[in-house]
């Protein structure tokens, strides 16, 4: 059996299904084409590398936003916090105007729009795309970025999620000692 016709023997329905339960955060990418904004809500992000800053992320080849921001040249990924479900859903759908009611100012390289009440934001030029499928792998070298403030807008199961937040440590993460070790005379450690 060839890796074409092991791919085609999988259940599409399936796939979605076991790929949903798997917890994804939320952004809208944006960009300024011609000095209109314009984005689109994306899954699929994650940091690719620290040196140097890299972020890489998957549009569909079906969407009509991603080609106008490739002629940008660079973009910005306005990671969602959990009180924006709305902007998500706005910039899901196709057509319209995504930004109507929508606080944002430009990126100070490049100018993309920088979503107010966005957790985080990255902005980014783009240095490669790759074909994948019926996506593009679109990696972008980090220009700037910046952070906001609150809990994340999750995704899970085809559905929003919320992350319950934990009490905080009282001990800073370097200051933590480990576990104590003891010795037995039963097991020798």
């Known amino acids: ?105 430009p990126a100070v390289t490049g100018g993309a729009p920088v979503i107010d009440g966005s957790l985080a934001w990255v902005n980014c030029a783009v240095e490669l795309i790759h074909d994948a499928g019926d996506h593009e792998l679109v990696i972008g070298r980090v220009l700037d970025l910046g952070l906001g403030d609150g809990l994340p807008l999750l995704f899970y199961n085809s559905a929003f999620a919320s992350l319950v937040e934990a009490a905080p440590d009282p001990a800073p993460l370097t200051a933590r000692q480990p576990a104590p070790h003891t010795t037995t005379e039963k097991d020798g450690t």
Do not use: Y
Not at 61 to 77: E, H, L, N, Y
């Open 1 to 105: 059996m060839t890796e074409s016709s092991a791919a085609m023997t999988i259940d599409t329905a399936l796939f979605k299904e076991a790929l949903g339960r798997f917890v994804t955060g939320v952004t809208v990418v944006t960009a300024l084409e011609e000095g209109k904004p314009v984005g689109f809500t994306c899954q699929s992000f994650v940091s690719l590398s620290l040196d140097p800053p890299l972020v890489a992320l998957a549009p569909a080849k079906s969407s009509t936003s991603w080609p106008r921001i490739v002629k940008a040249g660079s973009f910005c990924v306005n990671v969602l916090a959990d009180h924006q479900q709305d902007v998500c859903r706005r910039f899901a759908i196709s057509g319209g105007d995504k930004f109507a009611r929508v606080l944002w100012h």
